[in-house]
């Protein structure tokens, strides 16, 4: 019997090898048909070797080429998108594509290239998009030439010291021109004369000296950047047609009358970082097209007279107005958006909004506003969302907030002030749904303890009052808020004795969504400081503790200084109870403080449940601590160029298990994110067992292909990362780049006193042989 069975596997074995039309080269990425494949090397490879002759899309990064030779790419025939990034490419050979004639998409950015020849492009006549953005290129004449399909063409970050009437010969497609952070200080007459179809040009961070006319590009050019060159007055030279004009950081401090009359198709308009302190009186005026115009970050004393009427959107930010007369938005009765956060606004005088009958959204945040009169919003009849978080807010009429019978969104957070209010002051809100009062202690403090005011707050369906210093809530403050749907009510002091049962039933039954809830944490008793809420039982219960009066505001020194000597510091539980790093919300990630050694040793065996995987986007966003030991943070670079803050902690307890398939099997543990990281390659992280910080013993994976399972446990230390020899290396010179999918399992059993963090093991592997 063993034996058919043993011939049918053979056989089904064969057959699939003979369906596999080709192998997918090591570290490499590709897809079931081979014709996308993605590799990155560790900057000591020069070329992959067997890719694959169906490729039609290939990703190449970090390789040291040096120089892109024609027999690289050869055998690549059915190529139509290249990319070789971060690969030390120098030199391109002009016959290097020669065997790439239906190339439409090129990236060498990143690179070393510092000039062009004339004749390096001339064997890709289908060309539509040309990345060689962050090389160092200085020289760069008629290498187009040969380009006439091209239709993208992005030259931002590099050293390009001037542009000539050669500069861009035979471009006569080209749409997209990004000459960004170049050395460019000046542009012959007739550069641009050829480029006929451009409509979106970028020569921002350039030293120019002169700008020559640009006016023969025609109607198409509608988008211009002449952001940060030094101009000190506004150019005189471009193409009337022109649409959306960006002229920020340059050193403007003064707008005339008449400045942008040659500009009559304005719609957008960018004056942001400069150092204007004076628009004259209609000196805008006339752009009957403009509709949105950024003048954040200057010296603008009061609202410029006689803006457009065509305004949509007015962007005023950082600048230095300190009050708002009546009428100061005369005749922007189309503004819908209006931006003057972090001004020096104390005063809003009567019918200072008036003419905003279309007005929806007001950001008045970070001024000085102490006092809000009768009516002082009365005419923004349509106004949907108010923003006057961060004033120093004194005196609320109880008639404000007439008018706003269709606000929608309304935030005072941050306002640290005692805030004298009418208890009516809601009443005229019928449709308020979101109320955001995060950090505003003493305003949240009058409102929770005013049953006049919460009845007019049952609408609300998003509540947040983070970070507030609540101990407790008023039994029936669910009750005022029957259509609440979202509340975020973690980074508060909640002292969990009897009283609270209500609440931790309430987040465990209702329908209520309560965002971050493994955050909403007891401060007190100290028998489940820390413990979430959501985690409490019944025998937490048991011995009451004296409770506070309802909805008491303590401060956190005060539920804190009994703490025991070997406890966390108030500080510690300070930064315990701000929000860290988002968490899926099926991994859950423990913190309780640890008592004495006995109890983490004791509980080493016990092995929790584990639920079904999902996937995480994003590794970084799972590496959470909330231990009670020191903190310290590191950012990581992601592929897009934001960047994610990583809280670690330098002694920690910690587990994690991995499971995968790999063709090869270079391991490198790591427990401690060094800057260089982008991403980390995980294929699976199981929550498995806890071990103590004592543990010291590294377990790197088999060489031999095939499946295997690892548990790996290291100690949190500055050398816990290795070269694929199990040598410690410099974290500095490893950087991390490639990512392949990651699968987390979330934990449902929660043990007491225990200090856990999630650990990451990053592997070099080959991504091909990946299980789906």
Same mark, same amino acid.
């Given at each position: 019997m063993l034996l058919p069975v043993l011939l049918t596997l053979a056989l089904l074995a064969i057959t699939n090898i003979c369906n596999t039309t080709f192998v997918c080269p090591s570290s490499c990425y590709c897809d079931d048909k081979g014709e996308y494949v993605s590799c990155v090397g560790d900057g000591l490879w020069r070329f992959p070797e067997d890719i694959p002759n169906s490729t039609i899309r290939l990703e190449l990064r970090n390789y040291l080429i040096n120089e892109l030779l024609s027999q690289d790419l050869c055998e690549l025939e059915a190529l139509e998108e290249l990319k070789l990034q971060q690969s030390h490419i120098e030199t391109?050979?002009?016959?290097?594509?020669?065997?790439?004639?239906?190339?439409?998409?090129?990236?060498?950015?990143?690179?070393?290239?510092?000039?062009?020849?004339?004749?390096?492009?001339?064997?890709?006549?289908?060309?539509?998009?040309?990345?060689?953005?962050?090389?160092?290129?200085?020289?760069?004449?008629?290498?187009?030439?040969?380009?006439?399909?091209?239709?993208?063409?992005?030259?931002?970050?590099?050293?390009?010291?001037?542009?000539?009437?050669?500069?861009?010969?035979?471009?006569?497609k080209i749409q997209y021109l990004n000459l960004d952070a170049n050395n460019i200080s000046t542009i012959e007459v007739g550069t641009f004369q050829y480029l006929t179809n451009l409509a979106h040009l970028i020569i921002s961070n350039n030293p120019l000296t002169t700008l020559s006319r640009l006016d023969f590009f025609g109607s198409r050019l509608q988008y211009i950047d002449i952001s940060h060159v030094g101009l000190d007055r506004v150019p005189q030279s471009l193409t009337k047609f022109v649409r959306d004009l960006r002229l920020a950081k340059n050193n403007l401090t003064h707008i005339s009358a008449g400045d942008f009359d040659s500009y009559p198709y304005l719609g957008l308009l960018v004056l942001d970082d400069n150092c204007v302190s004076e628009i004259e009186n209609d000196a805008l005026g006339r752009q009957e097209y403009l509709m949105r115009l950024w003048l954040n970050g200057n010296c603008l004393t009061k609202v410029p007279p006689n803006l457009p009427p065509s305004l949509l959107a007015l962007y005023m930010e950082e600048n230095k107005l300190t009050s708002l007369t009546s009428y100061s938005f005369k005749g922007l009765m189309h503004l819908e958006q209006l931006f003057l956060q972090r001004n020096e606004i104390r005063d809003l005088e009567p019918c200072a909004f008036c003419d905003l009958v279309n007005l929806k959204s007001l950001d008045l945040q970070a001024n000085q506003i102490e006092n809000l009169t009768v009516g002082v919003f009365s005419?923004?009849?349509?106004?949907?969302?108010?923003?006057?978080?961060?004033?120093?807010?004194?005196?609320?009429?109880?008639?404000?907030?007439?008018?706003?019978?269709?606000?929608?969104?309304?935030q005072m957070s941050r306002v640290h002030s005692s805030v004298q209010m009418d208890e009516a002051m809601f009443d005229p809100l019928h449709n308020l749904q979101t109320l955001e009062v995060y950090d505003s202690s003493l305003l949240v403090?009058?409102?929770?303890?005013?049953?006049?005011?919460?009845?007019?707050?049952?609408?609300?369906?998003?509540?947040?009052?983070?970070?507030?210093?609540?101990?407790?809530?008023?039994?029936?403050?669910?009750?005022?808020?029957?259509?609440?749907?979202?509340?975020?009510?973690?980074?508060?002091l909640w002292n969990c004795d009897q009283d609270i049962k209500w609440l931790v039933n309430w987040i465990k039954q209702s329908n209520v969504q309560f965002?971050?809830?493994?955050?909403?944490?007891?401060?007190?008793?100290?028998?489940?400081?820390?413990?979430?809420?959501?985690?409490? =039982?019944?025998?937490?219960?048991?011995? *009451? +503790? @004296?409770?506070? !009066? %309802?909805?008491?505001?303590?401060?956190?020194?005060?539920?804190?200084?009994?703490?025991?000597?070997?406890?966390?510091?108030?500080?510690?539980?300070?930064?315990?109870?701000?929000?860290?790093?988002?968490?899926?919300?099926?991994?859950?990630?423990?913190?309780?403080?640890?008592?004495?050694?006995?109890?983490?040793?004791?509980?080493?065996?016990?092995?929790?449940?584990?639920?079904?995987?999902?996937?995480? =986007?994003?590794?970084?966003?799972?590496? *959470? +601590? @909330?231990?009670? !030991? %020191?903190?310290h943070t590191s950012e990581t670079p992601n592929s897009d160029g934001t960047t994610t803050q990583n809280v670690l902690s330098?002694?920690?307890?910690?587990?994690?298990?991995?499971?995968?398939?790999?063709?090869?099997?270079?391991?490198?543990?790591?427990?401690?994110?060094?800057?260089?990281?982008?991403?980390?390659?995980?294929?699976?992280?199981?929550?498995?067992?806890?071990?103590?910080?004592t543990t010291s013993k590294n377990i790197r994976p088999s060489d031999v292909p095939g499946s295997f399972n690892v548990t790996a446990f290291a100690r949190v230390s500055n050398s816990s990362l290795m070269d694929k020899h199990g040598l410690p290396i410099k974290s500095s010179q490893t950087p991390l780049r490639h990512s392949?999918?990651?699968?987390?399992?979330?934990?449902?059993?929660?043990?007491?006193?225990?200090?856990?963090?999630?650990?990451?093991?990053?592997?070099?592997?080959?991504?091909?042989?990946?299980?789906?």
């Open positions: 391109v050979y002009n016959a290097t594509f020669a065997s790439n004639p239906k190339l439409e998409g090129l990236d060498l950015s990143q690179n070393s290239l510092t000039s062009l020849s004339s004749s390096i492009f001339k064997d890709l006549p289908r060309l539509r998009h040309l990345d060689l953005s962050s090389n160092l290129i200085e020289f760069m004449e008629e290498a187009f030439v040969d380009l006439l399909n091209l239709e993208q063409l992005n030259l931002r970050d590099n050293r390009l010291p001037q542009l000539t009437t050669h500069s861009f010969v035979g471009l006569h005419n923004l009849t349509q106004l949907e969302t108010l923003d006057l978080s961060q004033n120093n807010l004194k005196v609320m009429d109880a008639r404000c907030f007439d008018g706003l019978s269709l606000l929608i969104t309304l403090h009058t409102i929770l303890n005013s049953t006049r005011i919460l009845h007019g707050l049952r609408k609300v369906q998003e509540l947040n009052i983070m970070h507030n210093r609540i101990v407790k809530l008023r039994p029936d403050f669910s009750s005022f808020f029957p259509s609440l749907k979202l509340i975020k009510m973690s980074g508060n965002y971050s809830s493994f955050n909403i944490r007891c401060a007190t008793p100290e028998s489940v400081v820390f413990k979430p809420l959501m985690m409490l =039982t019944d025998s937490d219960f048991e011995t *009451e +503790s @004296t409770s506070a !009066s %309802t909805t008491e505001i303590v401060t956190l020194a005060a539920t804190t200084t009994q703490l025991t000597e070997n406890r966390t510091t108030v500080d510690q539980v300070a930064t315990m109870f701000k929000e860290t790093s988002s968490v899926p919300s099926s991994v859950s990630t423990y913190s309780e403080s640890t008592r004495d050694t006995t109890s983490i040793e004791r509980i080493i065996s016990t092995k929790p449940t584990v639920s079904d995987a999902v996937p995480v =986007t994003n590794p970084t966003e799972i590496l *959470e +601590s @909330t231990i009670s !030991s %020191t903190y330098p002694t920690s307890t910690f587990f994690f298990k991995m499971r995968g398939k790999y063709q090869t099997a270079q391991g490198k543990i790591l427990t401690e994110f060094p800057t260089t990281v982008e991403t980390t390659t995980v294929h699976e992280l199981l929550l498995e067992k806890r071990f103590p910080s392949s999918r990651l699968r987390v399992e979330s934990n449902t059993h929660y043990v007491d006193h225990t200090m856990i963090i999630l650990a990451i093991l990053a592997l070099d592997v080959s991504c091909s042989e990946l299980e789906p």
